[in-house]
C-alpha cells in the first residue's frame, strides 16, 4: 500500500462538462475526507465519509457537486456542469478511526475548466 | 465560525537563523491544532499536532489558548526546511475535519 492514491492526477474539462474523480484511501482507514484548494488558499473542506456513509458536507458543496463511497472504500467525487470557479486542486484524505487518527492526504486531481 | 490565520504568506531566512512561523485561531470550543508541511512536488503530511507535545525535524509549536496562538518554532533553519507550512485545527465534532489557514512559504537561503 503506497499511501491514498488519486485518479485523474489532472483533468481538463469545457465548462459545462461533468467530470469524475476517484480517491482510493489507505485500505485499512475507514474515513475518507475531501478538500478543495484554490489557488493561494489552503485546502477547504468539502465533505466527510465515515465508511459509506457520508456524515458531513460542507456549504461549499453545491448541488453540482456529488460525493459517494459505495462499499467504503474507494470514494468518487462528481462535478456536473463545471464552471470555471470549479478550476482547483481536489484533494482526498483518510484517516483511521483509532490510533492519531492522522489524515493521510493523497497526490491531488487538478482540474481546470475551460 | 472556526478559523485559522496565518499572517505571512512568505517567510524567507539563511540556513541556521531562528524560524517563527505564526498561527492564530478562533474558535469557542476546545480545538485539535495541527502543522502540515508540503514540500515541492510532494503531498501535504502531517508535521506535528498540538496534543502530542513533540519536535519533528527539530519543530516545535505550543499551544497558547490565552493568545489564540500556535506558533511553529525552530531554532536553526536548514535548506531542507523550504516547504509549504499551513497550520490547520480540527473541532470538536468529532469528524476531525480540518479548517486550514492559507499557509506560509518558508524559504531558508544558503
Known amino acids: 500500500d503506497t499511501g491514498v492514491s488519486q485518479n485523474p492526477r489532472h483533468k481538463i474539462t469545457k465548462r459545462g462538462q461533468n467530470v469524475t474523480f476517484r480517491c482510493d484511501p489507505i485500505s485499512e482507514h475507514n474515513r475518507l475526507y475531501w478538500y478543495r484548494q484554490t489557488l493561494g488558499q489552503g485546502p477547504e473542506f468539502l465533505t466527510y465519509?465515515?465508511?459509506?456513509?457520508?456524515?458531513?458536507k460542507s456549504r461549499l458543496l453545491s448541488d453540482r457537486f456529488s460525493a459517494e463511497r459505495p462499499k467504503g472504500s474507494f470514494s468518487t467525487l462528481e462535478i456536473q456542469r463545471t464552471e470555471q470557479g470549479d478550476s482547483a486542486m481536489y484533494l482526498c484524505?483518510?484517516?483511521?478511526?483509532?490510533?492519531?487518527?492522522?489524515?493521510?492526504f493523497g497526490p491531488g486531481t487538478r482540474l481546470t475548466v475551460t | 465560525a472556526q478559523r485559522v490565520t496565518q499572517p505571512e504568506k512568505l517567510l524567507s531566512v539563511f540556513k541556521g537563523a531562528p524560524v517563527e512561523l505564526k498561527c492564530n485561531y478562533s474558535?469557542?470550543?476546545?480545538?485539535?491544532l495541527f502543522w502540515y508541511v508540503q514540500y515541492s512536488r510532494q503531498r501535504l503530511q502531517l508535521l506535528l499536532r498540538?496534543?502530542s507535545r513533540e519536535s519533528i525535524k527539530g519543530f516545535t509549536a505550543d499551544l497558547n489558548k490565552g493568545e489564540t496562538s500556535f506558533h511553529l518554532k525552530k531554532p536553526f533553519a536548514q535548506e531542507e526546511d523550504s516547504a509549504m507550512y499551513y497550520c490547520a485545527l480540527s473541532g470538536s465534532s468529532g469528524y476531525s475535519t480540518l479548517t486550514f489557514g492559507k499557509g506560509t512559504m518558508l524559504l531558508v537561503s544558503p
Open positions: 498540538h496534543i
Open positions: 474558535y469557542s470550543g476546545s480545538p485539535e
Open positions: 484524505a483518510s484517516s483511521s478511526r483509532s490510533g492519531s487518527r492522522e489524515q493521510y
Open positions: 465519509f465515515q465508511n459509506e456513509a457520508q456524515l458531513e
